[in-house]
C-alpha cells in the first residue's frame, strides 16, 4: 500500500511513479506498513470487518494510515460454500480516504497523465489491424436481468429466441464514455453458451448489420464439455444489439459474450 508524499511533477510524464530509471526507489512515494492488512467479512453487506466504525477509538482500524495506491485480493473459501457463488453479481468496494491540497501544477499534470493513458488505450490497435485491442466481458444473466428472462421465456409459438441488448456500448468501461457508438467497432465477438447449441443458429445485428456466428475450439473439439462456444471475426459497431437463436428447446441457463474491439 502506497502514499504519494510530494507533489513535485513537472509534467505528465513526469507525474507517474519511476520503476527503472536507475535511481532507486521514486522518493515522491512511500510504502506504508498497517497493523491490520486483512478483514474477515461475514454478512457481505457494507460490512467493515469490524464491529463498530468509531474513527475517535484509540485502536487502529483495518487498513487505518495505508495509502491508497495498493491492489486488494477478495477470497472465498472454495473447500465449503455457504451459498452458490454464480449469484454474486458484482462487488463493490468502498474506500474512505483522505487526501491534501497538491497545487495546480500536480493538478495539471496529473490530467496529462491520464490523457495520455487514454490516447495509449486507442492506439492499442496498429495501422493494420494486428494490435491486441481492447477486451470486454459481460454476464448476459447477471447484468441484463429483464433481457435474459425474455430471451429464456420466449412465448408459445415462437421459433427462435431473441435477447435485445439496448445501449450495449453504455457498460464499456469509463474511458469510452462520451464516444458515439459508430466508433466503437469489435475486432471478435464470442458467445458462450452453458447449452449444447449450434453456432450456425446464433447471429447478432446491429442495424442493419449482420453478424454469423462459427464454432470456436478452445481443445480442438468444437467447444468445452455441454458448452457452446460460437465466435464472429467481423466488425461491428457496439451499440443496440440483438442476439438470436434459431432454438426455442435446448436448456440455455447462461450466456457469456467477450468482445475485443478498437476506439476509431
Known sequence: MKIRTETTATSARDYLEKFDDGAGPDRRFKTSSVPHAAVAISSGNADSGVFGMAFGGVRFLP?????????WTLELPS???????????????HVRYTSREGGGRLKEAATGAVADYIKRVEELVSTDGSGSGLWAFFDIKAEFGIEWQAFTHPGSGKTERALRLKGFNDHLPIYTKGKPASVLVTQDVCIATDGKLRPGDISLEQGSNSLDFESYS???QGGDGDMTWAVSHRQCSI??????VKDVVEPVGKMWIVLRYVMK
Not at 451499440?239 to 438470436?244: M, R, S
Open 63 to 71: 487498513f487505518e494510515g495505508a495509502g491508497t495506491i495498493s491492489s
Open 239 to 244: 451499440g443496440e444489439w440483438k442476439v438470436t
Open 218 to 220: 478452445l481443445g480442438g
Open 79 to 93: 473447500g465449503f460454500r455457504q451459498f452458490d457463488y454464480s449469484s454474486i453479481s458484482d462487488v463493490a468496494l
